[in-house]
């Protein structure tokens, strides 16, 4: 059953089918009989064009009162020149993250019928404020042939430490406890060796855990190869950017794949959202594919303590044959809410 709180929820529902799936993921938890109390920002690729508009102090403050941000996605149309790059990914994607300390980026993975992981789950767990993202680094005589730009990586201690934690309490409540630390400690031997001894120390406290370490070149080959092999991985921000993507191909496609950006603290709203993009061709269609939103959205409730209404729609989405995901967006959702 559901708690009788009402949640107050940011929605962003941004660009493309942003808003189309996020719509049907509210739909989903309306089913459910969990309360929220939804205010919609206007932010995104097309505010920006519309006014130049990105984030302000203002709008990040009013964001912070809110119990979650549910988001569902941001960008121009493909081969739209007209907002340089970053201007939404730092503006408003990454400052998000960073100001309001959402430290860890959760992505479970659940193989669908015919993809090269079915049957399997596992997650990734990623470092979601620091590492290359962190924007350290500048550029020199740009522009001319001696041009120099340097991009570095910042990597802290409490910062690694605070992740790897939260990777080791989901791995202790797996069946099967596993983490895997995925880095390039061969190379990358500053960074990599903060990593691994953060790792090592931490094991000493869950004893129960399976821990073991892949390049990530390797955990590349081994998420198509053999994905069962994982339980949790952990890594930096850049390499669990790129992960996720590929375990979200081996899973069955992005359009599946669900994610939250997390603050375990509390301190502020969490925010969750699918990672497929605005897919901009298909807006307007009917054809999208609620399914990473609704599971996103099961990430939020179970964030905000509706654990049982988290695992009925996570079981739901789950239980979902191959003839159904291949329905129009509405249809999608009118089945699991009649499955629920």
């Not at 249809?331 to 699991?336: K, N, P, S």
């Amino acid at each position: 059953m559901s708690t009788t709180r009402t949640h107050r929820v940011a929605v962003i529902g941004g660009d493309g089918i942003g808003p189309e799936v996020t719509a049907e993921a509210l739909r989903v938890v309306a089913a459910l009989g969990v309360n929220l109390d939804t205010t919609p920002f206007d932010l995104g690729a097309a505010r920006f064009l519309k006014d130049g508009f990105v984030l302000d102090d203002s709008t990040l403050e009013q964001l912070r009162g809110y119990d979650a941000i549910m988001l569902g996605a941001i960008g121009p149309a493909l081969g739209d020149s007209r907002i340089a790059p970053g201007t939404l990914e730092r503006g408003l994607l990454l400052r998000l993250r960073f100001d309001l300390d959402l430290y860890i980026n959760y992505r479970p993975f659940r193989g669908v019928a015919g993809s090269l992981a079915e049957g399997c789950e596992f997650a990734i767990v990623r470092e979601n404020t620091e590492g290359p993202y962190a924007g350290e680094g500048g550029v020199l005589r740009y522009g001319t042939a001696h041009e120099i730009a340097t991009q570095g990586s910042v990597n802290t201690r409490f910062g690694v430490e605070r992740c790897v934690r939260f990777a080791f309490e989901r791995a202790s409540q797996l069946s099967e406890p596993r983490v895997t630390l995925v880095h390039k400690t061969n190379v990358l031997t500053f960074a990599g060796d903060l990593w691994q001894r953060v790792t090592n120390e931490l094991a000493q406290q869950f004893d129960s855990v399976e821990v073991n370490y892949h390049h990530v070149d390797a955990a590349c080959i081994y998420l198509v190869e053999s994905p069962q092999r994982y339980g949790i991985i952990v890594t930096d921000n850049l390499f669990g950017d790129i992960l996720s993507d590929l375990a979200g191909a081996v899973s069955g496609g992005i359009g599946y794949a669900a994610s939250a950006n997390l603050n375990p603290a509390r301190s502020g709203p969490s925010l969750f959202e699918p990672v497929h993009g605005a897919a901009h061709d298909i807006a307007g269609t009917g054809s999208a594919n609620p399914l990473a939103a609704i599971s996103s959205a099961a990430l939020m409730l179970d964030h905000l303590e509706e654990h049982d209404a988290a695992a009925r729609l996570s079981r739901a989405v789950a239980d979902f044959d191959a003839a159904v995901r291949d329905c129009r967006t509405t249809d999608v959702t009118d089945e699991l809410i009649r499955r629920l």
